[in-house]
C-alpha cells in the first residue's frame, strides 16, 4: 500500500468528525493534512442564557507523509510542538487555553514508506509531552504519536494514542483489491 492511497483512507475515516485541510500549510511547513475537532458540552436552567457550566474539548491532527522516519525528525516535529504548536493551537497565544477549555489533543500521524527502526521504535513508546494549566482549572493537554511503518504493516505509537491505533490497523490492513471487486 502507498502512502497516499493510505492516507486518503484515513482522511475519508476521520472526515464524519474532523474538519479536514489537505496541503496545510503553517508557517514554512506543508503537512500533508490537517484535522480540526472541537466539542461543547453545557448545562443549563430552562434557556440557554441561564448556563451552569459548560467544558470544551479540542483535538488537533497533523498527518506527516515521510518517506523515511528518524529520530532526528521526531526530534523536530517535538520541539515545534514545545516551542511553537501548543502555544499557538491550545492556547491561542495567551498565558492559558480559554475559560472553558476542558482538555485540547494535539496528535502526529507519521505515515512512512521505511522500516522503523528498534530505537526509534522505543522513542515513539516513551515520548510524551502533557500539561495542565492552573492546577487543571483550565483543563489539561497531551499529545499522541502514531507512526504508520508501511514498509512492515506496522503501526507504532505512544501510549496517549493506543485508543486510536486500532483505527489505523484496520486501515493498514485494508486489502486494495477489495475496491475493484
Not at 458540552?41 to 459548560?54: G, R, S, T
Not at 527502526?117 to 522505543?122: A, I
Not at 493506543?162 to 475496491?179: M, P
Amino acid at each position: 500500500m502507498n502512502s497516499k492511497f493510505y492516507l486518503d483512507k484515513i482522511l475519508k475515516t476521520y472526515s464524519s468528525s474532523f474538519d479536514i485541510f489537505k496541503n496545510y500549510n503553517y508557517e514554512d511547513l506543508t503537512f500533508s493534512a490537517y484535522g480540526y475537532f472541537n466539542s461543547k458540552a453545557e448545562k443549563y436552567i430552562l434557556v440557554k442564557e441561564v448556563n451552569l457550566w459548560e467544558v470544551n474539548s479540542f483535538e488537533h491532527i497533523f498527518f506527516i507523509e515521510i518517506d523515511k522516519f528518524s529520530e532526528e525528525n521526531l526530534t523536530f516535529y517535538e520541539n515545534l510542538l514545545k516551542e511553537k504548536l501548543e502555544k499557538k493551537f491550545v492556547r491561542n497565544n495567551k498565558k492559558y487555553p480559554e475559560k472553558n477549555h476542558m482538555n485540547s489533543y494535539i496528535t502526529f500521524i507519521f505515515i512512512t514508506s521505511s522500516e522503523i527502526n528498534k530505537n526509534l521504535e522505543k522513542k515513539i513508546e516513551k515520548f510524551k509531552f502533557e500539561k495542565t494549566y492552573l492546577f487543571s482549572i483550565r483543563g489539561f493537554f497531551s499529545t499522541k504519536l502514531l507512526v504508520v511503518d508501511l514498509e512492515k504493516n506496522k503501526i507504532f505509537c505512544n501510549k496517549s494514542s493506543r485508543d486510536i491505533k486500532n483505527i489505523f490497523e484496520n486501515i493498514l490492513n485494508f486489502n486494495e483489491e477489495e475496491i475493484y471487486e
